[in-house]
């Protein structure tokens, strides 16, 4: 009852507040303002041809965003996923070379499956050998781009040996968006609202504000970790597929090091390092933003060495901003509850 | 029998993590021997011990960050940049000596930095250090962009790639004996070592107890920095080359020795005689392999390995632990229980 009024006194306020406060409202804020002033500058950044590029360059590293999410979440790290998105490209195209004909659906199946595969090497050191995440996908970036290393020695899939109908899904567009990001964005949905109102999600998010809770609350932690590096590992699976039809040539260093990208653009866009907070969305519009100031800088003829650097203080900049966010709203909550 | 069984885990519990180590070693010296002539020769262990050198100066401060329960993974990063700025320094002609200086100074504020979001905005060491081992490589890459700076004096790269006279040990590699000697001291016979360790076990016990625990996790980041780039000058010296990737991923390698050489996750745990022989083998094992003719992406595959298992075997070990004890206090309650029975 009494809160009930609490909330209906409150309401018309709250909304805005809460508007104001989100991190979505103003991550789009940011994008809006940063293409706006360099619009200015420079009118070709809104042409339709480099918008498709923005998206396209966007949307790889988006989908890759919706797996570390529900690992972030967690309160767990997956730093494995570029080296997963370089075997399984590579793996999409040898399927191309060595069987001519072969459905561009069953390579991206199988695709799917090998990083199933490497995604439950880490789920079970993890979950079962209780190695954390860290150690262990810093272990098995290594041993996985290793083994890629290895496999490939040297050689190289062009674009002449993938069929050209597999290479479309990485150039063309349906209703003026490309086919990329029409599949990054339905992917989208399944995981917003899994995340947001399915038992499985929940379960993730109270995983990652209190383990010890969550354990006493009755959930199968190790089996929920599990399944989550299974998630990260089959998203992966997939990006590299789709990697091969972006890019079309793939050799041994394909994808190394865009994990950094994608941890900076899931914690930019408010899914805090520390668990439990943050939505699919946030984290894909984080994605958004990271691309739009990269092309940016591209714009502004900064030189490109300058990308890590910017990228490396914009990770800090959100760790910050949350662990601020996460004090003062832990300060409110202390004087809320003081009162009552 | 009742006898037997608790003597047996009191000898284990004295066979030390670094005893196993040492055997660890002997058994890989051996097997190098006998899997290759060159082995033993003294231009091989020159070498041996030359390639891990930047390694191991890392792993030293690196050890002790993970002891108080932290960690550092932009100490090869902070390799790259000291590396590219002693080139930029060089190539405007700076005196050497001072370029050097320089580059340690900026370690340290590397480190500093480090220190300072973890310490004062009390952020996770694991977030804070991803996000600077991007910074750091990306300064690296503002210093010196894609060029290469080679022409390095012959008195500094004599440095790099001489021994010590009449040894086989190479120049750089004392540089290593000075400082594990130091923080050997530093660890199990100062004061500082010891509220080491009490953080890493207590927090808030170190604290109630009045270790400046802010204090010393920031001289520990900052000579981590220091150190690091100190180890990317001995790395320029040593190829005299200095590029803006130069040690890349050295991080894992750096990570894997700490965790090989006894240093529990969790904190509290770890000697440096243990990271010295961890080191140790991973050279070891490496130069065997190289001997072997065995590619560098192997090798790679090979440390991964290594980290994973200097975590999962102790995991395992504690485990199978908990479950005997477990097992046995069964056995004791059910004796208890036949015992009341009889009364």
Known sequence: MMTKELKSTSAGQGCLNVLLRSRESNLVLLIAVMTALTTSLNPRFISPQSLKDLMLNVSIIALLVLGQTVIIVMRQIDLSISSIVGITAFLSGTLFINHPGIPGVVVVLIAILAGLLLGAVNATLIAWGSIPALITTLGTLYIFRGANYAWV?????????????????????????????WIVLSLLAVFAIGLRHYIVGREFYA???????????????RRRLAIGFLISGAIAGLAGALWLARFGTVDATAAEGIELTVITSTVVGGVAITGGVGTVVGAVLGALLLSVFSSTLVFLRVPSFWQQAFQGAMLLLAIAADAYLAHRHALRLRVKWSRV | MSQS?????????????????????????GGGMLLNKDFLTVENWSNLLANFVEIALMALPLSLIVITSEIDLSVASMLGLSSSLLGLLWEYKLAMPLGILICLVV?????????????????PSLAVTIGTLALFRGFAYIVLGDKAVADFPTEYTDFGIGTVPYTFIPSPFVLFIVLAAIFWVLLHHTTIGRSIYATGGNQTAARFSGVNISRLKMLLFIA?????????????????SSRADNGTGFELSAIAAVFLGGVTVQGGKGTVTGVVLSLLLIGIINNVLTLADVAS???????????????????????????????????????????????
């Open chain 2, 297 to 343: 992406e192997i090798l790679r595959i090979v440390t991964g390995t290594l980290l994973i298992i200097s975590i999962l075997l102790p995991n395992l070990i504690a485990s199978a632990q908990e479950r005997l004890r477990l097992i046995q206090r069964q056995r004791e309650l059910a004796k208890l229980g036949s015992l009341s029975a009889t009364k």
């Open chain 1, 207 to 221: 995983i990652g504000s209190n383990p010890n809770a969550a354990v006493l609350a009755g959930i199968n932690v």
């Open chain 2, 224 to 240: 981590s920095g220091v150190i690091s780039a100190l180890a990317g000058i001995v790395f320029t010296f040593r190829f005299s």
């Open chain 1, 153 to 181: 020695h040297g050689r190289q899939v062009n674009a002449v040996n993938v069929p050209s109908s597999f290479l479309t899904i990485g150039t063309s567009t349906f209703a003026g968006i490309p086919l990329l990001t």
């Open chain 2, 5 to 29: 069984q608790p003597s047996t885990r009191r000898l284990a519990r004295r066979i030390s993590w670094e005893t196993i180590l040492a055997l660890l070693v002997f058994i890989a010296v």
């Open chain 2, 107 to 123: 370690g340290a504020l590397c480190g500093a930095l480090n220190g300072f979001l973890i310490v004062r905005f009390r952020l």
